[in-house]
């Protein structure tokens, strides 16, 4: 049996992939948008394992595989054994001999790493301590929406040098873009956690002010992500000063967007002004999660589908 393919960090597919992804998230979301049913996965199941609190994940995970024909069925830590210490690579063998495909929300990428090197079908990354990649498929697919090719544009990342930075980070290496990162000192980047081959497409800044300089897109993430409340009052202290705020829209392109993959904090990563103004496109983002997702699991089980 040959491996079969996984989406566990950006990386994985390639620009070629990731532009026919595009271009199926398009022809599936016109046609769901049109009433049509499309259902190339009928009998096939989704299994879903979060180890964290999730809306949009489970939301357009479960949704999705229904709307194209399939089931899916949510796990979580709490009452199966997975919380009990049985091996995550026992629960790999045993979980991909009874479905199709696994979406997992956990801790360490190491969880999810050893749970695709045990199972027998594609895993999705539904966000770990490291990665988001989903999320950065939606936003990408929102931004070719919005503005066409992301190919030469700049994303400003204001705050947590965190799994959906990271994310970005690779994404821009992978679909040849740059990234002005400005986070407080002490939560740099880490090239190495972030799986960077380089550092050709990012840039650091002192002052969030001069990340957000002619960006094409300014993007931020609360300040104390899932696994480290513990850090939070440090956390609240040490942000201060990286909230997305009107003036930081300002000195950005007079067009750019402005995305958070939420949940938001408003009066702390970003002002209220902002994600609920004009240049904010958070809500396209969310449901761009939906059809990037559904053309990702397509992709997945059926391969390059041309209909
Ligand atoms: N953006 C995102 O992944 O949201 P949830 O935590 O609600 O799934
Ligand atoms: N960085 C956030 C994203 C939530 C969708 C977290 O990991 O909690």
């Known amino acids: 049996m040959s491996a079969p393919k996984h989406f566990l960090q950006f990386r994985d597919f390639s620009g070629e992939e990731l532009a026919h992804l595009f271009e199926r998230t398009r022809w599936i979301k016109e046609r769901f948008k049109r009433y049509e049913r ?9 299994v879903m394992i979060f180890e964290k609190a999730s809306t949009r994940t489970r939301l357009s995970f479960e949704a999705g595989m229904q709307q194209l024909g ?4 949510y796990l979580n830590t709490r009452d199966s054994q997975l919380g009990r210490g049985e091996p ?13 495909i696994v979406m997992i929300r956990t801790f360490e990428q190491d969880i999810i790493e050893r ?21 950065i498929l939606a936003d990408i ?23 959906v930075c990271n994310t970005w980070l690779q994404a821009a290496e992978v679909l040849d873009f740059t990234v002005r990162v400005s986070t407080p000192p002490g939560y740099a980047v880490a090239p190495a956690l972030a799986g960077l081959s380089g550092m050709d497409h990012y840039r ?5 002010m001069d990340a957000a300089r002619g960006a094409d897109l300014v993007t931020t993430d609360v300040w104390t992500s899932m696994g480290f409340e513990a850090e939070d009052a440090a956390r609240k202290q040490a942000f201060q000063d990286w909230q997305v705020d009107a003036d930081m829209m300002r000195v950005a392109k007079p067009d750019a967007l402005f995305m958070h993959c939420l949940p938001a904090h408003r009066g702390e990563e ?21 059809h990037t997702q559904k053309a990702l699991i397509e992709y997945l089980l059926l391969g390059r589908v041309t209909r």
């Not at 499309?38 to 989704?46: E, H, K, V």
């Not at 650091?204 to 969030?208: G, N, R």
């Open 70 to 73: 399939g089931f899916a069925i």
């Open 38 to 46: 499309y259902w190339p996965l009928a009998d096939r199941t989704l």
């Open 141 to 163: 697919h929102t931004f070719i929406e919005h503005r066409g090719a992301i190919q030469g544009k700049t994303v400003a990342w204001i705050g947590d040098a965190n799994n």
């Open 115 to 135: 749970f695709a090197r045990h199972s027998r079908v594609p895993v999705i990354n539904g966000l770990t301590n490291e990665f988001h990649p989903c999320q």
């Open 88 to 100: 995550v690579e026992d629960a790999a063998e045993v979980i991909s001999r009874m479905c199709d």
């Open 270 to 290: 970003v002002a209220a002004t902002v994600i609920d103004g004009s240049q904010s496109v958070v809500w396209d983002e969310a449901e761009n999660r939906l």
């Open 204 to 208: 650091e800044f002192a002052d969030p």
